[in-house]
């Protein structure tokens, strides 16, 4: 038994696959982002990488400077290449559990969340948005019984990109367990949404930079909803590539609450019961709605 974080987990599917971790050269200084999916991973690495670079125009494409780490996209050692001639520090995208990635004391670990039923809804706008199929088994029907899926379903053995309320709150205490080391950070999507400047500051300490106030009034403003949605060539992961129907579309509407007009008050019943089973009330609450200050 160890007082820290081990890679003792494998998480595969039609998309991830987490042993990419063993292949990887990880950097003392490198920072690793890791998220479920749609709950503010490309915002948050564009932060980082602003913060890093000091600029909002930083070098290249965001999925270039800062990829997807379990993806099979790219063989690991292309990966490794292209990360291996960045000189500056460097940002690291993943979606896997803390226990499925590779742990360094001297690394910095952020971890962001969202309700997780808006996470749900804006997954299933991604895969539609998507020109390929592998995650059409999440949406097989209406939006109300894709949902009562996404509450109530087991993930099929070995397939972790089947997302359902168990795999997100089990990312979400794979984090939550290690929050006290100083080198690992929980955000939320709503406190971001509700106050970026604050956000944004809170970045910057974890990440150990000062900016003046210009420089990050600057950061501030470039990595606004509305900016980031004009640059999709620069911020869209794989953009350019065919990944998406529309590179801009990836940035949807960011809005909270799109279950409301589909599930019914028994529903979120089923929903209720579901996290309380899976979580205490306090994390249930924090999961659902960040800080609230």
Known sequence: MTNLPERTATYL???????????????????IISTPPKCGTTWSQSIVCMMIQGKVDFDG????????????????DVVNENLGIQTHRRCIKSHSPLDGITYDPRATYIAVYRHPLDVHFSMRKHVENMT??????????????DALMFINDTPPDGDCDH????????????????????NVHL???ADM???LPQAMKRFADV???????????????GAGFDEMRKASDRYTPSAG??????????????????????LTDADMAQYAARMDQLLDAKDRDWLECGAKD
């Open 163 to 182: 997302l359902t309320l168990t795999t997100f709150t089990d990312h979400y205490k794979s984090f939550k367990k290690w929050e006290h080391l100083p």
């Open 61 to 76: 494409p965001l999925s270039k400077i800062s990829p997807w780490l379990e993806s099979g996209t790219h063989p690991i």
């Open 187 to 189: 955000f939320h999507y």
């Open 13 to 31: 599917g039609p998309i991830t696959d987490s042993t990419r971790w063993g292949g990887f050269d990880l950097r003392a200084e490198d920072v």
């Open 207 to 221: 990440l150990g930079y000062s900016f003046d106030d210009a420089t990050l009034n600057a950061l501030i403003k």
């Open 193 to 195: 949404r509700a106050d």
């Open 241 to 262: 590539m065919g990944f998406f129907k529309n590179d801009a579309a990836f940035f949807n509407s960011a809005s909270s609450g799109k279950w409301l007009k589909y």
């Open 132 to 145: 390929k199929d592998k995650l059409d088994h999440l949406f097989p029907s209406d939006p109300r019984s």
